[in-house]
């Protein structure tokens, strides 16, 4: 039997078979633009997010450390006391080079009673976070469940959050300094401690005050941090801003990097809260002179 072939469904096949070649290639094309556009996107974002991502991806890697009950009150051990070992060194050499003491605010004093000072600071320090701070901070953070976002924060973001929050925190802390001034059963119970050891200055008792007061120190700053909803690395930048601050608000010398000098009219520095620690009075706020001055407790 022979079978006849139709050129008629010859044609409508080949037809069909380049209809179907020619969607196949718009096909691919489609998924090739798609593709494309999704890998500029994806190095738009690497470009915005690059600077920090990087850091953010070596901290993602340490997650055992970051929720480690002991890392908060053993970091801001460890950060404090790094911060302040240059202030040791300037301290020592003020004693024989007359150019470091130019710059001190008090008067000079021996070599020996500067080891002495410090090492009692010291201890008075160490001992604070043995028996409170750090188990303290280490059930506040067994309490908490730390979030850990893939993408970090922009430059811009970052540098935002952390004014926002030091200018908060100045804020906060002005209204809580001045009333553990106001009230005298806060000041003996609380704040005494701070201004009974240091008529002199020095980098280290930035820390050193009641276990009370350190405590409500942290939590200030935390709370400050939390209520602005700041990403994890923007809050790790501030608490290392606002230790440095702090150890500079206390240590004696009148830098040329100094906050008084990088904002002037506005910043604080060493010698606005040494004159508070002279007068045990007034200059409440510990970075700004704003708030002292519009409420009238600037010296």
């Known amino acids: 039997m022979i079978l006849l072939q139709n050129p008629g469904c010859e044609v409508a ?39 920090l991502q990087p850091i953010w991806d070596a901290m993602l890697g340490h997650r055992d450390v970051l929720t480690s009950p002991l890392t908060p009150g053993l970091s801001a051990l460890i950060i404090h006391l790094v911060l302040c070992a240059p202030f040791f060194l300037l301290d020592v050499l003020a004693c024989v080079c007359p150019r470091v003491h130019s710059y001190q605010i008090s008067e000079s004093t021996s070599g020996k009673r500067v080891l002495r000072n410090w090492s009692m600071t010291l201890k008075r320090i160490l001992v604070n976070y043995a028996a409170v701070i750090v188990p303290f901070t280490a059930v506040l953070q067994s309490l908490t469940s730390p979030r850990f976002p893939l993408l970090a924060p922009t430059c811009l973001q970052l540098c935002v959050h952390v ?49 009370a007061e350190v405590l409500s120190q942290l939590l200030l700053a935390l709370g400050t941090a939390r209520l602005l909803g700041l990403h994890p690395l923007s809050e790790a930048a501030f608490h290392l801003l606002n230790s440095w601050l702090a150890v500079e608000d206390h240590c004696g010398y009148r830098l040329p990097w100094g906050l008084q000098r990088l904002l002037p009219r506005l910043g604080a520095g060493a010698p606005h809260h040494q004159l508070h620690h002279s007068l045990q009075k007034g200059n409440y706020a510990p970075y700004f002179t704003i708030w002292d001055r519009l409420l009238g407790t600037e010296l």
């Open 13 to 51: 096949r080949s037809i069909t078979f380049r209809n179907s070649e020619h969607s196949g290639c718009n096909s691919a094309c489609l998924r090739f633009q798609r593709m494309q556009s999704h890998e500029e996107e994806d190095v738009g974002l690497e470009a915005v997010q690059g600077a």
């Open 163 to 211: 004014v926002l929050c030091v200018l908060l925190f100045d804020l906060l802390f002005f209204a809580w300094h001045w009333a553990m001034h106001r009230f005298r059963w806060l000041f003996l119970h609380v704040h005494r401690h701070h201004h009974r050891h240091h008529p002199v200055p020095m980098a280290l008792a930035a820390q050193d005050a009641g276990a």
